[in-house]
């Protein structure tokens, strides 16, 4: 829902950080080190070079600085003798392009080791976006008239916390007791909440409007907010503990970004297609009506249709003590909707929801053309997708 | 109103499939090394996601789709590709778009004779154990006696052209039942019989439902002539 | 505001996109001088690494466990395990334990009565009284 520079982002994340560690390896750096030789100082310590050909920048033997220093995360030699790793990277069925260092990266959050060289900070803010892009161009071409809350939570619904932990969960990983140089790299590394302990709440938020007396709307959001319509924090301690579904969140979100790093913006999307996208979800349940007969007049008389009529299609029981009442909803001779319940009130309700789910779920075919589509080697060319006016106002 | 106006918008938005084969199509390792000697074809060269995207699809697609094959005797044959075009009826021809247009669909699809009436994303489990598969094998269902969706049916005399449709399958694994016994007892003698019994089941999971388009269909027909 | 949402997860239909193997991770153990373990160390030794080759999804530990019968153990994604003793057994029967295994889902043995499980609503929708002229009486 926002405009995304992937392009830009990435090729920010590629360029060297100003190193706070001397001479530790790092994993991403090995092959950027040819792209970006000229703007960077660093560009010689190699990830799977022996200790011969590291050069320190403060010219001390490596040997003796590793006595003294205990990192936070792993070293970069254990992910390639890890099995667990191993097993998790077969697991996903990712290309040997992707090697186990970066692998091994996406599971050390910022909350374990705060070095943004070796935690998944910047691959999980990459792999994020394009997740979200993914699935909010998936659900805006599929649903095109899906109300902006719906969209929200929908978008939620596939790529929010909650889902990525679930979905981190089913690949098999695990999380470590305690992150550490010592763990196995194979472990979701991220420094733990204690019992008892308060959630973070965020402190204050981005939005130019944080005064009480601003209602937040729901077009303000689409600006000012996240993918899901929260407030975005605007103070955010990276080395606090958190909660282990954004663990989790950061981890999966990172894993599509270092597949987009790895092995380009196809695989990237075959991936969220194939472990996001393809997940269960009934958008019907998600609506939650407060005056639904209304909203159907609104959009009837907004559309040009006839007034809606409710008319009794069944009854039995009237007198008895639970009737059951069929009835639907007529604009002319069109029915948009039917619905049963104990009461004509209940039922012509039920019809209207009815209705308003057949319109705002209304779909061109689950396989419809997405614009990103359009990035592939000879694409047909593109036809506009329905484009709604959006949702009822009243 | 509304089925008017989806069915408006069904006509015009034929998608095409994708260029990119699917991911489920991906071979599987772990079928090269079996306790029983069921597949001895040397594995096509091994095809990753990012992999895909590269090498031409038409090509992905050859190579990936021979998805079952003849593993040992035992196992009967698939049918022999049907050669003559698809002959459909011209109400076949008017209602098909209309029922691929619907949302949801089923299919009665037959497994050794037997029906299995399954959507997509649903587990079937077996009633035997299917020699020759391991987990993450894709089977295509070729075979179908009913398509439909929520108005409308398309009935198979017996079966249904197998290039109506495409609905695949994943091989999730083998699950057993709890050991069954059964005493056995004969009159007059003390001698008691216990005859236990623990059957292995494949389990599958409709991968993909898809019903092609007539462009599709009858453009398959006229290649194979 | 008008419609109101409630939010959800999804939830997972592992196969439908993405095939996870649920079978995490495989335990081997051995003794080294017990009879029993005779056909595991076998196995151990001449097929446990092409094993291991072809199911590169599972990761595979292996460990003595002195004057025990050898056992294979099985950790599956939902979190059980399942173990299977393999003494006395040859190296092919073990293997085959080990595709057991492999093959399984980790949940606990269930007697399945219907052949087809569905998360799906129903396609041709719930039949109902009301409907079709309904029942005269």
Known sequence: MKRLRIERWSGQLLQQQPRRTPSRPC?????????????????????????????????????????????????????????????????????????????????????????????NASLAQLGGSIMSY??????????????????????????????????????????????????????????????????????????????????????????????????????????????????YANFVKAVVGSIYLHSGSAAAKAFVKAHILSRHLQ??????????????????????????????????GRASRHPVYVVGIFSGKDKLGEGQGPSMQEARTRACVHALKAWYLYSPGSDVRVPSDMELRGAREWEAVHIDMGEVIH | MLSRTIRRSILDTRVPTSALPPTFLLPNRARYFNSTTQHVDTPPESIYISQLATSPPAEAAETVT???????????????????????????????????????????????????????????????????????????????SSLGSRDYTLKGTPYLDERIFECRARVMGTEAEPMRTKEKKKRRNRRINTVKSKHKFTILRIAELKINSLEDIEGSGTESV | MVVQAIRKATTGQNGVGA??????????????????????????????????????????????????????????????????????????????????????NGEKLKKVTKPVKSINESVRGVWSPYHDGGIHV
């Open chain 1, 27 to 119: 994993c991403l750096r090995q092959k950027q080190a040819a792209l970006y030789a000229s703007s960077t100082r660093f560009s010689s310590t190699h990830a799977g070079a022996s200790s011969e050909d590291l050069i320190f920048e403060d010219g001390e033997e490596f040997g003796q600085q590793e006595q003294q220093t205990r990192y936070n995360s792993p070293p970069l030699e254990a992910a390639s003798s890890s099995s667990k790793l191993a097993a998790l990277h077969a697991r996903l069925g990712l290309s040997p392009n992707l090697p186990l260092q970066t692998m091994a990266r996406t599971l050390v959050d910022a909350s374990a080791d705060s070095n943004l060289d070796f935690n």
């Open chain 1, 283 to 316: 958008i019907a349940t998600l609506f939650q009506f407060k005056e639904p007969v209304r909203e159907l007049s609104r959009l009837c008389a907004r559309e040009g249709f006839e007034y809606p009529v409710a008319r009794i299609l069944s009854e039995t």
């Open chain 1, 134 to 247: 993914h699935v909010s161009e998936w659900l805006l071409c599929t649903y095109p008239r899906l109300p902006m809350t719906i969209l929200f939570a929908a978008a939620y619904a596939y790529s929010g916390p909650k889902t990525l932990q679930l979905v981190g969960k089913e690949w098999g990983v695990e999380t470590a007791a305690a992150p550490g140089e010592e763990v196995d790299p194979g472990f979701l590394q991220f420094s733990k909440m204690q019992p008892g302990q308060g959630l973070p709440n965020g402190v204050g938020s981005v939005r130019p409007d944080r005064h009480g007396f601003y209602r937040r709307g729901m077009s303000s959001r689409v600006v000012y907010d996240d993918e899901f319509g929260d407030t975005i924090s605007k103070g955010h301690e990276e080395n606090l503990p958190l909660p282990t579904e954004h663990a």
């Open chain 3, 19 to 104: 095939f996870i193997l649920q079978c995490k991770r495989l335990d081997f153990h051995y003794c080294d001088w017990a009879g029993s373990s005779k056909g595991m160390n076998t196995f151990l030794r001449n097929s446990l690494s092409k094993f291991a080759a072809a199911n590169p999804a599972v990761e595979i530990t292996v460990s003595p466990r002195p004057s025990r019968h050898p056992i294979i153990k099985g950790t599956y994604i939902n979190g059980r395990e399942k173990a299977i003793c393999v003494r006395n057994l040859t190296k092919e029967q073990i293997l085959q334990k080990a595709e057991l295994l492999r093959d399984a």
């Open chain 2, 66 to 144: 021979p998805v079952r094959r003849p593993i040992r005797p035992k196992v009967p044959l698939p049918p022999a590709p049907i050669s003559e075009p698809v002959a459909l009826d011209a109400s076949v021809k008017e209602l098909l778009p209309l029922l691929a247009a619907q949302p949801s669909h089923y299919i009665s699809a037959h497994i050794h004779a037997k029906p299995y009436l399954v959507t997509a994303g649903d587990t079937v489990r077996l009633p035997f154990h299917m020699p020759g598969v391991v987990p993450g094998d894709v089977l295509r269902l070729n075979r179908a």
